[in-house]
């Protein structure tokens, strides 16, 4: 992700504060300008970001700590809710029966980013259904419908060139759902016509939300655009998408909320569930290094089981057969490296895409050799001996040593769980505990 360089550039900044000696002026000038460079670089407007770093200098300076903080804590508490002001308030939960209408401009990842919207309203557990009312793009229906067949997703369309009438028909056919999303034409420009039709699409469909879809790139023209949508139809939120891919983000970021729009959704990656809801506060957290638990137990929440017996693997009974259930949930919540930054691990230092992609090719081989085993072997490691050893390994095309590093990985997640219990919980010991 492009914004990892904002993150990387933010982290190095509080680092210094963190590892320095007395917080005096000088620290926080030398904060205070890391801070300017690092927001300037991701495209943040030059005057929110002076008068940002302006507030930060002022509070660090005059503000004395809350209770029990110390000053460096106090100063990190600062920025924290600097940046969250900056980026302003996310929308509120949307997790609801409602009708919503997507607007955006032409090549804003508009259509895909519906199916995303259908897909995140599904793996909530609600009833979605999308409505293909973009008529003026070669494509759309065909694309929007092979999205939402690949997704088990209800889809309605028309190829008929009557938008006005297949969003109110679509609307009709699909009551019974819990969520009912129409995609509508994107814009080339804020054309008359265009905007004539969209306005005469929310005039019968009555959207309980209208979300306004903005590609990263745009960076601070951002501001503009949302703007004359919101003039148009009221938008109650902002998706930006292709964060992953722009040196802009921060301009887009900072230029919606500077409009009061607040930002729903961000794209985040290609696939369906790279689509996330958007909480400023658990965005700055993870940006500033300090994780996003919040975050990490949704969507562990979302395919953890109830195969898996937490209960049981807390007082030290984890087979393989439980390890192998949670590789593939893991697998569920998305690459490991975004699940990495959820967690605050931000003193132990940056991990290496080297390492991401080690850690990633482990685990898939991992699977392999437990493939490779019996159900005896998995539900109890210890009675794997050396011949059994040698079996698994010409089985499953891996070394010897490969199934060796497996059952020592494995009996170190053993006592990792144990030590889980009675809520005793501390990161540093279990990553120390799993060899990180």
């Known amino acids: 992700?492009?914004?990892?360089?904002?993150?990387?550039?933010?982290?190095?900044?509080?680092?210094?504060?963190?590892?320095?000696?007395?917080?005096?002026?000088?620290?926080?000038?030398?904060?205070?300008?890391?801070?300017?460079?690092?927001?300037?670089?991701?495209?943040?407007?030059?005057?929110?970001?002076?008068?940002?770093?302006?507030?930060?200098?002022?509070?660090?300076?005059?503000?004395?700590?809350?209770?029990?903080?110390?000053?460096?804590?106090?100063?990190?508490?600062?920025?924290?809710?600097?940046?969250?002001?900056?980026?302003?308030?996310?929308?509120?939960?949307?997790?609801?029966?409602?009708?919503?209408?997507?607007?955006?401009?032409?090549?804003?990842?508009?259509?895909?980013?519906?199916?995303?919207?259908?897909?995140?309203?599904?793996?909530?557990?609600?009833?979605?259904?999308?409505?293909?009312?973009?008529?003026?793009?070669?494509?759309?229906?065909?694309?929007?419908?092979?999205?939402?067949?690949?997704?088990?997703?209800?889809?309605?369309?028309?190829?008929?060139?009557?938008?006005?009438?297949?969003?109110?028909?679509?609307?009709?056919?699909?009551?019974?759902?819990?969520?009912?999303?129409?995609?509508t034409a994107g814009r080339h420009s804020l054309e008359s016509d265009l905007i004539e039709q969209m306005e005469a699409i929310h005039a019968i469909a009555k959207p309980d939300q209208k979300l306004l879809v903005l590609d990263a790139a745009i960076g601070q023209q951002a501001r503009d655009q949302a703007r004359a949508f919101h003039d148009s139809i009221g938008i109650t939120g902002v998706i930006i998408t292709k964060l992953d891919g722009t040196a802009k983000g921060g301009g887009a970021l900072s230029a919606v909320s500077e409009t009061k729009a607040p930002i729903a959704f961000i794209g985040v990656g290609e696939m369906p569930d790279n689509l996330e809801k958007f909480e400023t506060d658990r965005f700055i957290s993870k940006l500033l290094g300090m994780g996003d638990i919040k975050t990490l137990i949704e969507r562990a929440e979302e395919v953890f089981t109830d195969e898996i017996d937490v209960e049981k693997m807390m007082q030290g009974k984890f087979t393989l057969k439980d390890m192998y259930s949670q590789l593939e949930a893991m697998n569920k919540m998305g690459p490991l490296k975004q699940v990495m930054q959820m967690l605050p691990i931000g003193g132990i230092g940056k991990i290496s895409d080297d390492m991401y992609g080690e850690t990633s090719g482990k685990m898939a081989g991992y699977k392999i050799i437990m493939d490779s085993m019996t159900e005896a072997e998995m539900l109890d490691p210890k009675i794997v001996d050396s011949s059994r050893v040698k079996r698994i390994a010409r089985g499953s095309g891996m070394n010897i040593e490969n199934v060796r590093e497996l059952l020592k990985y494995h009996r170190m997640m053993q006592k990792a769980m144990k030590g889980l219990r009675g809520g005793k919980f501390n990161m540093q010991k279990m990553m120390k505990k799993l060899g990180m």
């Open 1 to 183: 992700m492009v914004l990892d360089k904002l993150g990387d550039s933010l982290q190095s900044a509080i680092k210094k504060i963190v590892g320095g000696g007395r917080v005096d002026k000088r620290a926080v000038d030398e904060l205070v300008k890391s801070i300017q460079r690092a927001l300037l670089q991701a495209d943040v407007n030059v005057k929110q970001v002076m008068e940002l770093s302006g507030r930060i200098r002022d509070r660090a300076l005059d503000e004395k700590p809350r209770a029990g903080a110390s000053a460096r804590e106090h100063v990190i508490g600062i920025v924290y809710d600097e940046l969250v002001n900056l980026i302003g308030e996310s929308t509120p939960s949307m997790l609801s029966k409602q009708t919503i209408m997507m607007v955006g401009l032409q090549g804003s990842g508009k259509t895909t980013t519906t199916a995303k919207l259908a897909r995140y309203f599904q793996r909530k557990g609600l009833k979605p259904a999308v409505i293909c009312a973009d008529t003026d793009r070669p494509g759309a229906y065909d694309q929007l419908q092979m999205l939402c067949d690949g997704l088990n997703i209800a889809f309605y369309g028309e190829r008929t060139d009557d938008p006005i009438g297949i969003a109110e028909r679509g609307l009709d056919k699909l009551s019974t759902y819990d969520v009912r999303i129409i995609d």
